[in-house]
T-cell receptor
Framework: AQSVTQLGSHVSVSEGALVLLRCNYS??????LFWYVQYPNQGLQLLLK??????LVKGINGFEAEFKKSETSFHLTKPSAHMSDAAEYFC?????????????FGAGTRLAVHP | AAGVIQSPRHLIKEKRETATLKCYPI?????VYWYQQGPGQDPQFLIS???????DKGSIPDRFSAQQFSDYHSELNMSSLELGDSALYFC????????????????FGPGTRLTVL
């Protein structure tokens, strides 16, 4: 069975600082991994996804993530945080079941950005 | 670009009442998923439909039922509502473009916030 673990329920960074949100996965088959962002009172927006094409995946808003099989990780990074990045971030793995997929989410990491 | 539409956006019900949530997928998307996100929780998969047939089932209570119609919109019916059903309910849609469905991206709607009093 697939699962993801997000280390750190809350992360706080200064504006302009590096953002690093950690995600480790567990999967018996090659995983397909996603990062979603949720702004307050809004739905989930796809940031980026890994589907085995390239280990370094670039997403929207300057975010990127690197798939590291040896570390079973898919950490999300952004070189310079912006105030507008404050949100909840969810890592998810696609669980393939009977020909169809459902997303299994991590517990989420709330990112705070302060001046 | 058109997105997933959910209605209503907010719903307040009393215990033991029923509620119907609607989801309109992105045009030409043939798969719909329902997720429940409790306060401070991560989204949990409830049920999915592909081409109007139930394709997978998660932790959906027996009091809930859902279906996908010929125009691909989906409805989640919830009966005998309990306080614990208060949550944000998301619908997502995707298009089965590849043989391996796991790579298909799910696009989420804004959610319906259900409050049970």
């Amino acid at each position: 069975a697939q699962s993801v673990t997000q280390l750190g329920s809350h992360v706080s960074v200064s504006e302009g600082a590096l953002v690093l949100l950690r995600c480790n996965y567990s999967s018996s088959v090659p995983p397909y991994l996603f990062w979603y962002v949720q702004y307050p009172n809004q739905g989930l927006q796809l940031l980026l996804k890994y589907t085995s094409a390239a280990t370094l995946v670039k997403g929207i808003n300057g975010f990127e993530a690197e798939f590291k099989k040896s570390e079973t990780s898919f950490h999300l990074t952004k070189p310079s945080a912006h105030m507008s990045d404050a949100a909840e971030y969810f890592c998810a793995v696609s669980m393939f079941s009977g020909g169809y997929n459902k997303l299994i989410f991590g517990a989420g990491t709330r990112l705070a950005v302060h001046p | 670009a058109a997105g997933v539409i959910q209605s209503p956006r907010h719903l307040i019900k009393e215990k033991r009442e029923t509620a119907t949530l609607k989801c309109y997928p992105i045009p030409r998307h043939d798969t719909v998923y329902w997720y429940q996100q409790g306060p401070g929780q991560d989204p949990q998969f409830l049920i999915s439909f592909y081409e109007k047939m139930q394709s997978d089932k998660g932790s959906i209570p027996d009091r809930f039922s859902a279906q996908q119609f010929s125009d691909y919109h989906s409805e989640l019916n919830m009966s005998s509502l309990e306080l614990g059903d208060s949550a944000l309910y998301f619908c997502a849609s995707s298009s089965q473009t590849s043989g391996w469905a796991s790579t298909d991206t799910q696009y989420f709607g804004p959610g319906t916030r259900l409050t049970v009093l």
